[in-house]
């Protein structure tokens, strides 16, 4: 059974910076894409980034384009995602997603809290 387990969180400071790790295990890192999702409180599950399995493919939330960035070692099963100048509205769980379309496979951790205030 796959698992996703991410770290990383904290408080920070506007105009800080963060990364966070999710560790897989359990199958086969390498063909999954991966994603990075947000929920803040009283809001619905949001998409941040996400990288393709081979292709180095990226894509962004508009919200964050610019400023984080996805990143995967298949060797080490990691992804992890570089936030910098932080915001209060990027205050949120921070969730990691790995998904395999062409089987309809999704493993989902289960978050890391990350809280941007002063």
């Known amino acids: 059974q796959g698992q996703l387990v991410e770290s990383g969180g904290d408080l920070v400071q506007p105009g800080g910076s963060l990364r966070l790790h999710c560790a897989a295990s359990?199958?086969?890192?390498?063909?999954?894409?991966v994603s990075w999702h947000r929920q803040a409180p009283g809001k619905e599950r949001e998409f941040v980034a996400a990288l393709g399995a081979t292709d180095g493919r990226t894509k962004y939330a508009d919200s964050v384009q610019g400023r984080f960035t996805i990143a995967r070692d298949n060797a080490q099963y990691t992804t992890t995602l570089q936030m910098n100048n932080l915001k209060p509205e990027d205050t949120a769980v921070y969730f990691c997603?790995?998904?395999?379309?062409?089987?309809?496979?999704?493993?989902w951790g289960r978050g890391t809290q990350v809280t941007v205030s002063s």
């Open positions: 359990g199958f086969t890192f390498s063909y999954y894409v």
């Open positions: 997603k790995a998904s395999e379309p062409r089987r309809d496979i999704t493993y």
